[in-house]
């Protein structure tokens, strides 16, 4: 996109200078009074870092308010969120089939589930907290942006966002609930009991979701390295073999490489992989199409 900073202070400054004609002329307020600049001015640098000192404060505040509601209903999240894969009666057993038996949790150390409730208390505030941080980043950014670009941003960070959520709630939903059957019906001798520690459980947990969330992202790297000319539609498809050993290597990095679990992670990631080249595709011919257009070439 050719985006830098100059650019984006330059145009933050035009289009506030912009709304204050607008004001003017049609006696229509388009922006906070303080936000708008009088016509011919220009913004000081310090007001831009004040912008954004603003723009990180109230991101941050957002992420910190989901965090304190998280706290306040901690008994609802540890129950229903955290322990819900723990319990025989959760909804992937059911659907599956799968007979589990409650996991025997234990807390081995005087700090252990104090931790265990911060944790899980920050993971579900940054979760819910995010959007509201990317909502006050994108604001303070909107500005630098021509329309085509705004328009672009927007369709990645939607993009973006949903591939994320519906990872964490694949790895969540899917990937925790097989890894944990697995291991709790492992056993190399009838006298051995598996009884899990509350902080590795937790842990164990919190990236089997993250992770996935992560790992769904793939097609929108895809589609960046694509708008540079990186990673194209020939060499993707080429790359096909690589690619169905790497999500398998890469499944059992994330999962806990247990057969089951390592499948259920590598064959929805190669399937994005496999959409991925759909997005490869749409995003040169689309490349090549401005490119036409900027050299004055229809066809």
Do not use: C
């Not at 949790?105 to 509201?132: C, D, E, K």
């Not at 937790?202 to 992560?214: I, K």
């Not at 080429?238 to 398998?248: D, E, H, Q, S």
């Amino acid at each position: 996109m050719g985006f830098n900073w100059r650019r984006l202070l330059a145009r933050r400054n035009a289009a506030k200078t912009s709304a204050a004609i607008q004001e003017a002329e049609t006696g229509a307020v388009a922006e906070p009074r303080e936000n708008v600049l009088p016509e011919g001015s220009e913004m000081p640098f310090l007001d831009h870092l004040e912008d954004l000192r603003w723009t990180i404060i109230k991101g941050v505040g957002g992420v910190v308010l989901m965090t304190i509601f998280a706290a306040i209903f901690h008994n609802w999240v540890v129950d229903v969120v955290l322990m819900g894969p723990a319990r025989g009666d959760f909804i992937t057993y059911r659907l599956l089939g799968l007979e589990f038996t409650d996991l025997h949790l234990q807390n081995r150390t005087v700090t252990g589930q104090f931790f265990a409730l911060v944790g899980i208390v920050m993971a579900v505030g940054i979760v819910a907290g995010s959007p509201i941080l990317i909502y006050y980043i994108w604001k303070f950014i909107e500005p630098g942006l021509y329309p085509r670009e705004k328009a672009g941003m927007k369709f990645v960070s939607v993009f973006a966002t949903f591939f994320f959520v519906l990872g964490i709630l694949f790895g969540y939903l899917v990937i925790t609930p097989l890894a944990l059957n697995f291991f709790n019906n492992f056993n190399i001798s009838d006298i051995i009991r598996n009884e899990f520690d509350i902080t590795r459980y937790f842990s164990s947990v919190t990236w089997w979701a993250f992770g996935s969330g992560l790992l769904f992202e793939l097609p929108v790297v895809i589609y960046f390295l694509s708008k540079l000319g990186i990673a194209t539609p020939k060499r993707l498809r080429a790359a096909r073999k690589y690619a169905f050993l790497g999500v398998f290597i890469v499944g059992a990095f994330v999962t806990p490489a247990d057969p089951f679990s390592m499948f259920a992670a590598a064959l929805p990631l190669y399937l994005l992989y496999e959409g991925s080249i759909i997005v490869a595709v749409w995003t040169e011919r689309k490349r090549i199409r401005e490119l036409n257009k900027a050299f004055g070439d229809d066809n």
